[in-house]
Nanobody, 119 residues
Framework: VQLQAFGGGLVQAGGSRRLSCTTS????????MGWFRQAPGLEREFVAA????????VYANAAKGRFTISRDNAEKTVYLQMNNLKPDDTAVYYC?????????????WGQGTQVTVSS
């Protein structure tokens, strides 16, 4: 499974960023998907998950009210819209299949994308 996240960069606090993750998974439209992030010196943590149909979403407390996860099954892409970004959101962001709903990653990570939020 090949997963690749895009869209990271440097953004000022209070700004927005939209991340995308594309995949070669043939089963994408049947897979629950999630976003995770890893800040320097910290363990990777769950950010958000979306069900295969897109009808169910779950967010970590840090993401609630600011981040929105969505997906386009035809494009095999999952998105993370991040608004009102804070310096604590600085991390490498990864997408992954969710094997245990809502925050259990399959362990297949692929390439992440760095988001840096300046104060």
């Amino acid at each position: 499974v090949q997963l690749q996240a895009f869209g990271g960069g440097l953004v000022q606090a209070g700004g927005s960023r939209r991340l995308s993750c594309t995949t070669s998974q043939q089963t994408f439209s049947a897979d629950n998907m999630g976003w995770f992030r890893q800040a320097p010196g910290l363990e990777r943590e769950f950010v958000a998950a979306i069900s295969w149909s897109g009808r169910a979403t779950v967010y970590a407390n840090a993401a609630k009210g600011r981040f929105t996860i969505s997906r386009d099954n035809a494009e095999k892409t999952v998105y993370l819209q991040m608004n009102n970004l804070k310096p604590d959101d600085t991390a490498v962001y990864y997408c992954s299949q969710i094997s245990i709903w809502p925050s259990g990653s399959s362990g297949s990570w692929g390439q992440g994308t760095q988001v840096t939020v300046s104060s």
